[in-house]
């Protein structure tokens, strides 16, 4: 039976595990909100779902920066907004680095790196998660860092896990049965690894109070709402105690 300090790595969703995205989205939606008194009166759940049933059709081979300036002008309409310029919505797309981390991500992963090499797995860009790691998660050290960019496909196909199994073997010479993924979202994530790969293990990070969470089944080897609380599990498993 696996323990949580049997494993040697962990790979991550970064944008709504690590990254309190949307927190983030909402606080770029602003300036956009401001059109009118109706929208600016929206709800932060309200805008959330209006942009998410956008934002799930994907082009395939598209970066996310552009994925969410594309939204943009297509959420403006969609809220009776005037359109923005091209600017605006590239802006918005070059939003993505600057969103804010959750309060207990930082910390949580210092205290992880001590027991595991770290390896997000994102279904964003290259520059943009090179943003996020040079500012909300610039106090912490990933070993590797893989992205749609460089796969070509997004989460949840079948070959953005192949490809996390392939580079760690390829840079750390470990076996992806020593791999925990650890994530938020059901769909883009632990569905997928448990439907393709059933043999690896995942833990949930729940993030209560999340509005975007799928209904349905959920799947998962460890259950946790933070990150932080997942540190401190490995701590006292670590020391010996009970998880």
Known sequence: MSTL??????????????????TGIWLALQPLLQCTPSTSSLTKEQV??????????KTPGALY?????SVHPRLAEKLGCAGPTPEQSRQFGESVGMWPAF??????LQRLSKFYKLVPLSNVDNKSIAQTNAQALAAVTFDAVLTAEDIGTWKPDRRNFEYLF????????????????TAVSQFHDHHPMHKFFPEQKTAWIVRPGAIMEVEGEKKWDWKFDTMGEMAEAVEREAAGGKV
Do not use: C, M
Not at 103 to 108: E, F, G, I, L, S
């Open 103 to 108: 309060p207990d991500t930082v910390d949580a």
């Open 48 to 57: 959330l779902h209006a942009f998410h049933d956008l934002e799930n059709v």
């Open 166 to 181: 392939e580079q760690v073997e390829e840079r750390f010479g470990i076996q992806k049965r020593d791999i925990l993924h």
């Open 5 to 22: 300090t049997s494993f040697k790595l962990l790979s991550f969703d970064v944008y709504g595990t690590l990254i309190d995205w949307e």
């Open 65 to 69: 920066s552009e994925v969410l300036a």
